[in-house]
């Protein structure tokens, strides 16, 4: 559950906040880009599907989670199994009763690829895990409390109240314009969001954090406390992945 007790309401904005405070996140990040080089969102960008959640134009923006298991789920998601159907509907030499999943595995055990739902070994080759420490002053806004779902159905006009269905959704022309919406906010002390907190869609014990990084040549704010290689035999991985439904390479 989203603990609220080390938080206050902004006066100013009608927002839920809760102090950055030198928080300690872990991310899970490919070693290319490193653990603070996410994209740069292009304001010109008109197709935002791609984009991350929270992810406001012209920000980089970079995602993270209280416990190493809710930063792998967050990373794995989109190895999980898809909804199956008769194979029927799409194959015409389908057997009776077969699903698409029974007949995407039985052709690739006769090709002697991966078993379905696997996640490669290259996927953690290709990253490592991060610990990190979030910058001592500052506030995020929990956008799953009640007081924060209601501030920002009236700011956007919307006409129904925001739930959290809406907020974990893939619709992100919403969420990235609520994303740019409240880094644009001026809070009770002068200063503007540094972030976001949100609950994980997996579940309501993985707290996650949107960071928005300062600007192009400034210094981070964002200490780099441990790097890690993923190791497939790392319990947390493996944890993430089995409630996920896959299968850790």
Known sequence: MTDTSDGRLCPSTG?????????????VARTSYGALNPPLRDPADTSRQRWGRWDPPGVRTIYS???????????LAWSRPTKDEPAEKYFTDAEPGET??????????IEGTMSL?????SWREDRNLYGLELPDAGWLVDVNDS??????????????????????????????????????QQLFDGSTPVGI??????????????????????TERIEILSEAQIERA???YQSAA????????
């Open 234 to 236: 790392d319990i947390r």
């Open 15 to 27: 927002l839920r906040l809760v102090p950055s405070s030198s928080r300690i996140v872990w991310r």
């Open 242 to 249: 089995r409630q996920l439904l896959v299968i850790a390479r």
């Open 147 to 184: 007081e924060s779902l209601s501030r920002l159905t009236a700011a956007f006009d919307l006409p129904e109240q925001l739930t959290l269905a809406d907020l974990a959704g893939n619709n992100r022309d919403l969420t990235t314009n609520i994303g740019e919406w409240i880094r644009s």
């Open 65 to 75: 989670a209280e416990h190493p298991v809710g930063s792998y789920m967050e990373t």
């Open 117 to 121: 739902w696997s996640v490669p070994a």
């Open 197 to 218: 907190a949100y609950q994980s869609r997996f579940g309501m014990n993985h707290r996650c954090f949107a960071i928005w990084l300062v600007e192009t040549g400034e």
């Open 100 to 109: 698409i999943h029974e007949a995407i595995a039985a052709e690739w055990a």
